[in-house]
C-alpha cells in the first residue's frame, strides 16, 4: 500500500486533510437568512491558483461533527473579485448544516476541496435564463456576480416561501446585469410572482415573453421537482437539451438518471482493476455483484476522491482507459464526458475481466 491517497491520522485528535482537500480558515461568517450562513475562506497566496474556479462550480468540505469525519459539497457563490464563499442553509437533521448554521466560527479552519464541477458558465454565454429556488441560488450568484463584470444578461426566476426566507435578496437586487424575479409561494407582492416555480408557472413565463427562448444557456438549481418541471417545460417549447445545465443538490427520486444501467448483468465473476490514483497504481479485484470501484479502493484504505456517493456530484470521477464499467446512475456527467470514457467510481462496476482505470486522467 503506497502513502499517496490514503487517509491518515497525524494523532488521535488530529486528522489529515483528505487528498485533494487544504485547511482553509473562516474569514468571515454572517447570516443570510435565519437558517442559512455565508461563510468566507481566505485562501493563502501559495493555493490562489488551486482555489481559482469557473462560475456555477462547488468545493467539498471535509469536517468532523460527532467525532466523524463527514463530506459534503457547497456550491461556490463569489464573485470575481471576492474570496472564496459558499452559502449554508440548514436541512432538517443536516449534520454538516447544523454545524455550519450554529458552531462555526471565524478563525476556525475547515478542509475544502479543490473547486470542480459541470454546472459552469463562461462569458460568450451573455444572455443566460435562469430558474432556481431556495438555496439553489448559489451557483447562480456566481454566474450573476461574474456577469456584472462582462456585457450580459441574466434573466433570473427564485422561488422562495417568502423574503425573509430568501437567501442573498439585497446582493440580487442591486445587479444591474440580473433582473430578478421573486417567485414566492407563502406571500403575494405586488410585482412579484407568486406560488412555487413549477411546470404551470414556468410554462406562464415562456409564453409571457417569448425572448427568454432565444438565451444562450439555461442554468436550472434547486429541489428536484423544479429542475424536473422546468426542464420539460423548456425542452416542450424546443430548447436544446444541450443548452440546459442543472445542478442537483441531492440523489433525486423524480428524475430517471440518463444512463442508468445495471452493470451486474453483464459481467459475472472477479474483475482485475488497475486504478491509477496520483501517479500511484493501485491492483484491486472487484466482484461487481458486490463492489463498485469506490467502495472497493475505500475498503482496501484508499482514500479517493468522492463527496455524495449518490451520482450527483462529480467528485469521483475517473476515466476507464482500458476495458469497460458501467455505471448504475448518472446524474452529473455529460453525454460527451460518458462517450470519452468517464465515469463516477461511486457508481461504476467492472464489466470485463481487466479494467484500468485513472483519476490522473
Ligand atoms: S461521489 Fe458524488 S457522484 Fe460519486
Redesign the pocket.
Known sequence: MGLFGKLFKKSENEVSAPKGFHSLVVSELKNVTNDSVYVAFEVPTDLKSAYSFTPGQYVNLSVEVDGKQERRSYSICSGPAENLAVAIKKVDNGKVSTWATSDLKVGDSVFISQPEGNFTWSKEKGFVVAFVAGSGITPVLSIAKHLEHEIGDLRLFYGNKSEDKTMFLSDLVQLKNTKTVFSFSELAKEGQLSGRLNKDKVSEIIKSDLNLLKADAYYLCGPEALIKDAKEVLELFGVAKNKIHYELFTTPVLMKSEETTVATAIFEGVSNVSVILDQERIELKIDPAKMNV?QSLNDEGYDPP???????????KAKVLEGKAMMKLNY?LTEEEVNAGYI????AYPASEKVVISYDA
Open positions: 469506490l468522492y463527496s455524495c456517493r449518490g451520482g450527483v456530484c462529480c467528485s469521483c452529473s463516477l467510481t461511486c457508481q
